[in-house]
């Protein structure tokens, strides 16, 4: 990536906050040479997988590179809109949707941690748009190492390229915010006075390896947290909702219960109802429309279950936006504009000999 064009700077601009709204990614369409360009990038992210490079590389390029990418791009396939990814067309209406409820407030630019539009991309697009200010809204309420840190990671990266770096601030979780629970609240509710409700409401999060949650990594403890104050502003008593986890990929043990065993469980011991909400995603994806809208019915059906009903992601709805807006305002206190008049800026720089 080149250098700011500091050519196109004027001392008479006024630096903006511009807002950095990030996600997971996703191929740029369902098939196998894309997913293998996406899971390349995605699963060579130390964060994401902690084994030794030489080691990983082998495994990586060796196996699943070769197996993998057929079954995910069919997979993806049955997701697919006539708008590409359902991950990155509601992800645009997000940000246009978050943008819309800032209004002047600054410039909003989507990023994807893996693939298109790139947090390089998002960041040159604020810088463009004159965010002298930028903060880092990654989509995932619950902090993990493999998501969250990988962002930063990916941004530090990105502007250590820049001679001219902008102030920075990052929010790192929020889970526990009280407008991000009262929003997945509100689309149970909804859910449930269109459809009923049910035996149970499963509260599904993707999984990370066990052995993380040993090291530190704290995301399990702020899902279990998420969990407890969902199903107390639902008012729910301990045997109307459990939560598990889902999407465990290879031989290592992930965090417990799994949600297809879990769901197994629930069938063979008389559930004949369950709802499944996803909180920790932000945007209905391939692990919630594929995994768990499909998969997973079918897991519980078989099983002896009777009615299955996945409750969409927050995704475009007001009040989640709302909880984004409300995140972005408490994160930029403090953040003023500076009270020169720009004119004189620009006069006093000339000055002194600056070009422009």
């Not at 250590?160 to 009262?182: C, Q, S, T």
Request: aromatic residues 10%.
């Amino acid at each position: 990536m080149s250098e700011p064009n500091l050519q196109s700077y004027h001392h008479d601009q006024v630096g903006r906050t511009g807002i950095l709204l990030v996600n997971l990614g996703t191929p740029d369409a369902p098939d196998r040479t894309s997913v293998r360009r996406y899971l390349k990038e995605f699963l060579w992210d130390p964060r994401v997988v902690e084994v030794p490079r030489p080691i990983w590389w082998f495994v990586l390029n060796g196996v699943i590179l070769n197996t993998r990418p057929g079954r995910s791009a069919k997979a993806y396939q049955k997701v697919w809109t006539d708008q590409g990814s359902p991950l990155l067309s509601i992800s645009y209406k997000q940000r246009d949707a978050l943008a819309q409820r800032l209004g002047d407030a600054g410039p909003v630019a989507l990023a994807m941690r893996y693939g298109s539009p790139s947090i390089e991309a998002g960041l040159e697009e604020l810088r463009d748009a004159d965010a002298r200010r930028i903060l880092v809204l990654p989509l995932y309420p619950q902090y993990s190492a493999t998501t969250t840190a990988s962002i930063f990671d990916a941004v530090a990266d990105a502007l250590r390229k820049w001679r001219w770096i902008p102030e920075l601030r990052f929010i790192n979780h929020y889970h526990d915010d009280p407008a991000y629970i009262g929003a997945l609240a509100d689309s149970v509710r909804r859910h449930r006075a269109q459809f009923g409700t049910s035996d149970k409401l499963l509260l599904s999060f993707h999984g990370i390896p066990e052995e993380y949650f040993h090291k530190g990594d704290p995301y399990f403890c702020e899902c279990q947290k998420s969990g407890r104050l969902l199903a107390e502003v639902l008012d729910l008593k301990p045997g109307q909702w459990q939560l598990s986890f889902q999407s465990r990929l290879g031989p290592k043990q992930w965090l417990q219960p799994y949600t297809d065993k879990t769901l197994e469980t629930m069938a063979s011991e008389g559930v004949k109802s369950v709802q499944v909400i996803c909180p920790g995603f932000s945007a209905d994806c391939l692990e919630t429309l594929e995994e768990i809208a499909m998969e997973n019915r079918d897991v519980f059906l078989e099983a002896g279950g009777e009615r299955y009903e996945y409750i969409p992601c927050l995704n475009v709805e007001a009040g989640h936006i709302d909880m984004l807006a409300g995140l972005v305002a408490q994160h930029t206190q403090g953040w003023k504009q500076s009270a020169e008049d720009p004119a004189q800026v620009r006069e006093r720089a000339l000055a002194i000999g600056a070009a422009q």
